[in-house]
């Protein structure tokens, strides 16, 4: 296992790709939650929290991809330095509006939502356009998970300590401080000034290209799962006079991933993307079922690691579908677009979950959960005819 990812480690743009990629993860993962501690400590109001990180995950899905697109066209550095400036300028906006007026705390909101930079769409293009060899692509798609799964451990649980310690400020603070090393850090070792690809992969949208559309409908539904199991999980808890454990159980969900994750990036695979991906997704649907059928409060931290350990190993596939799809260049739009998908399900999914939980009961949203993962595999199904393809040869212009 070790010499596989020892051999990634040896690029010589890989200390520069993951350390500044996982900096920049951290604030990624910590906003939304940063933004909840802040909004409804100096409000006093959970549904004005909710509403302003509701603008936040939904600007930064819609305008995220027009962003990577730009960055495709003119080059990583001249898109990601002015895109982090606004961003932190956004936050601090955020911070000094959040007493003072409530639609221009939603309209920083919104902007700094829009602005953040996918630090995982420039990391996850940056290498599949030096690296050429599958299996070794493979390995850094993986780390690349492992990477995510990290940063959401560890961004909820930053910004509780920060808050806790120094006041409801200090998670968004740091969070500025976190962007700008991750942002300046990429932009400064970047070394692409952007693609020439044909005049037909330039124009028009993703959409147009054959199972593209299925893949990231696919993923909005996995969204759905995630945006819902943390409402489902604490739910269930508080129901059972485990309120206390619930922080700790939804810590737990991305343990199983992570392990997964390091795990999948050493097997050599034969299998094309598109059935790991589907078969990845089946097991997530038969896991979180088993939750349904136990409903034992007392074993359902072992389903929950156990329904985690498919998420690293389904994101993997995805990731290198889409490369496979899309053209070398359009790869920072695409991966924006897959993380855009799954926004707008986790938007969507914590809603739903909401609903449904205050309704029929914390158990029964484990119902909604399955159904959101039978409904990923469905539709992944589709992408199962994609095929192998080969991604075309195309000109990297290096600055």
């Known amino acids: 296992m070790l010499t596989s990812y020892r051999e990634i480690l040896r690029h010589s743009h890989s200390l520069p790709t993951f350390g500044y990629g996982m900096v920049g993860r951290i604030p990624v993962a910590m906003n939304t939650v940063a933004l909840v501690f802040l909004i409804s400590s100096v409000r006093d109001s959970f549904l004005l929290a909710g509403i302003a990180s509701s603008f936040y995950t939904l600007c930064g899905a819609i305008v995220g991809p027009r962003i990577g697109r730009l960055a495709d066209r003119f080059g990583t550095r001249i898109v990601l330095l002015p895109i982090t400036f606004i961003n932190s300028l956004s936050i601090i906006g955020v911070v000094f509006f959040s007493s003072r007026s409530v639609p221009l705390l939603l309209l920083f909101s919104a902007l700094s939502g829009a602005t953040m930079p996918s630090f995982g769409s420039y990391t996850r293009t940056r290498w599949s356009r030096t690296i050429k060899d599958r299996r070794e692509l493979g390995v850094a798609l993986s780390l690349e998970s492992v990477l995510d799964e990290t940063a959401f451990v560890v961004g909820p649980a930053l910004a509780g300590f920060l ?19 991750g942002g300046v850090g990429l932009a400064i070792t970047s070394f692409d000034s952007g693609m020439r690809g044909s005049a037909p992969e330039r124009i028009g949208g993703l959409l147009r290209i054959k199972y593209v559309k299925a893949l990231f409908t696919s993923l ?3 969204g759905l799962l995630f945006g819902s199991n943390f409402v489902v999980i604490l739910a269930v808890a508080k129901e059972n006079n485990r309120a206390a ?4 159980w939804v810590g737990l969900y991305p343990i199983g991933s992570l392990v997964a994750g390091l795990v999948y990036g050493v097997i050599h695979w034969k299998s094309r993307n598109a059935t790991r991906y589907t078969l990845a997704l089946f097991f997530m649907t038969l896991s979180t079922s088993a939750i349904l059928f136990s409903q034992n409060i007392d074993t359902i931290v072992y389903f929950i690691i156990l329904s985690g350990i498919g998420i690293a190993p389904a994101l993997i596939a995805a990731n290198a579908l889409l490369k496979d799809l899309v053209p070398l260049s359009r790869l920072n739009e695409a991966f924006s677009m897959l993380g855009a998908s799954i926004s707008i399900g986790i938007t969507l999914g914590s809603t739903l979950s909401g609903s449904l939980v205050d309704r ?3 158990w029964d949203g484990f119902y909604f959960m399955t159904g959101a993962t039978l409904l990923a595999t ?3 199904l589709i992408c199962i005819r994609a095929g192998k393809y080969e991604t075309k040869d195309e000109t990297i212009s290096h600055g």
């Open 378 to 380: 469905l539709l992944s």
């Open 245 to 248: 454990e619930g922080g700790i």
């Open 220 to 222: 909005i539904a996995l």
């Open 360 to 362: 029929f009961g914390g």
């Open 163 to 181: 808050f806790s310690l120094y006041g409801s400020n200090s998670p968004l603070v740091a969070g500025i401080v976190f962007t700008v090393i």
